[in-house]
């Protein structure tokens, strides 16, 4: 397996997302999810007058995208991801922190998402970039009846420090302390 290497932040441009862009972002769909969303999906949350798309633009190509809403204290991150080819080259952490310049002390403060439990790469990567887990929703997912994560990132007093949050013992700890076992050996 190669190496990865790190985009600059340069390199990608992160902007509204376009009617244009979808194509892209379908194909990028489709290839991150077994259970995509569709056209139509998109369009049906995008048409909400709280729902925002965005994508990360490297060489005039889409690599990545998220669709959040905006809550009354909360951004809630509904699909978010990383085209195959660019994974691993910090596009994923620079959209993240896109969303967290986006956090303000008088109103919205606090991130939001659900992941699947089988999808541990997204749970380490959300992780990696100050998101923590903080409850399991059973049954969640419809496709599958699988439970999800919610996971968060909480601004604190006007800078980007997570607040203190009680740590719950669930899957997702426990499997990072059987990694971190594993790893020691």
Same mark, same amino acid.
């Given at each position: 397996m190669s190496q990865a290497k790190?985009?600059?932040?340069?390199? $990608?441009?992160?902007r509204w997302m376009i009617r244009r862009d979808m194509s892209e972002v379908l194909e990028i769909e489709r290839g991150s999810f077994e259970f995509a969303w569709t056209e139509e999906d998109f369009l049906s949350c995008l048409r909400q007058r709280n729902c925002i798309g965005m994508v990360?633009?490297?060489?005039?190509?889409? $690599?990545g995208f998220m669709i959040y809403e905006l809550l009354k204290t909360?951004?809630?991150l509904l699909n978010f991801a990383v085209g195959p080819n660019s994974r691993g080259m910090g596009v994923g952490t620079q959209m993240?922190?896109?969303?967290?310049g986006k956090l303000s002390q008088q109103r919205r403060q606090e991130i939001i998402l659900e992941v699947r439990e089988t999808n541990l790469i997204a749970q380490k990567f959300f992780r990696s970039v100050g998101l923590q887990a903080t409850g399991v929703m059973r049954h969640h997912y419809i496709d599958t009846d699988e439970d999800a994560y919610v996971m968060k990132y909480r601004m604190y007093e006007g800078s980007s420090l997570l607040l203190p949050e009680s740590v719950v013992t669930n899957r997702v700890s426990q499997y990072e302390q059987f990694e971190s076992e594993f790893e020691d050996a």
């Open positions: 790190s985009v600059a932040a340069s390199d $990608v441009q992160i990360a633009e490297r060489q005039e190509r889409i $690599v909360q951004l809630h993240v922190s896109k969303l967290i």
